[in-house]
Structure formats: C-alpha cells, structure tokens
C-alpha cells in the first residue's frame, strides 16, 4: 500500500473508531426505526451498450455469470460484490436493494418486506417512481429516485414474511 493510500486508511479508520464511540448529535443521529429496514443484498444495476463487452470487461475484473437471460440481461459476481449487466432495459445505472436476500445470495428467513419499507419511506416523505400494492403478499417491487436524480430499485423476489 503506498504512503498516500495507507494514510487515507488510517484517517478513514480513526474517523469510524471516533463516530463509534461519540454520543448521538445532529451529525450521529440515534437509531431509528428507519435504520432498522433490512433491505437485503445490495448491487449496482449498470445500462450498458453491449451485454458480450461488457461481460468480458467484468469477467476480466473477476466476476463471474450467476445468472440472466443472456440477451438483454447477467447478473455477475465476484465475493459479495454483484453487479447486474442489462443491454437496452434502461437508460441509467440504478441502486438496487432485494430484500429476503443475503449478500452472498442465500434467502433470508427474516426480512423487512418491501411494502413495510414502502411504508416508512412514504411516511418520511419519500415518494416513489413506481409503486406496489400496499396490500399484496408476493414478490415486489418499488423505485425512488435520490436528491441526485439516482435511481433507487427495492426488488423483492420472495412473498411477504409469513404469508
């Protein structure tokens, strides 16, 4: 690691110690019902302009094909880190989130549901792009976008807890 990078790591390292340790503020909010959501394993959804360069491009950083239809979608990964390739579905890159899923792709017994985080999210002011049924029991989904203008997918591929 060079002497630049290793400082980075340690200023970054003392930083999470020292907001570990302080008391909440403004800056350290107390944890909330909204810290709470489980909102499952996290990757990036990429638009790209050709699914077979993009494959390689990503294969040669060490992920590997885990699933999709081949033509217009993969999802790829590498460790825990998945990345989802997807050739004219959309125009931007989006943050997605599935609940009931774990990082390393296992099923979740327990999991906060997507309705549930539609709910806390719609209370907290948060309006959303496209919507589920509130009342729905199978897999769902809902988009938001950031204060950025980034594209947020909560995609749930399992039916409510308990149902």
């Known amino acids: 690691m060079n002497g630049l990078r290793a400082a980075r790591f340690r200023q970054a390292g003392a930083a999470h110690t020292m907001l570990a340790h302080q008391r909440p503020t403004a800056i350290n909010p107390p944890i909330t019902q909204a810290s709470h959501m489980q909102l499952g394993a996290f990757s990036i959804s990429l638009a790209v302009k050709s699914l077979d360069v993009s494959r390689s491009f ?42 009931g899923l ?41 988009v938001m976008v950031d204060p950025d203008g980034n594209p947020i997918l909560v995609d749930q591929f399992f039916p409510r807890p308990g149902s």
């Open 58 to 99: 990503y294969e040669k950083l060490g992920f590997a094909v885990t699933g999709g239809d081949g033509r217009q979608y993969l999802m790829m990964i590498n460790g825990t880190t998945i990345i989802g390739l997807f050739q004219g579905l959309f125009e931007k890159n989006i943050l997605t989130f599935n609940p």
């Open 102 to 142: 774990a990082q390393d792709t296992s099923q979740l017994a327990e999991f906060t549901d997507v309705r549930d985080i539609r709910a806390s999210l719609v209370a907290d002011g948060i309006g959303m792009t496209t919507d589920t049924d509130p009342d729905g029991t199978g897999p769902a989904s809902i």
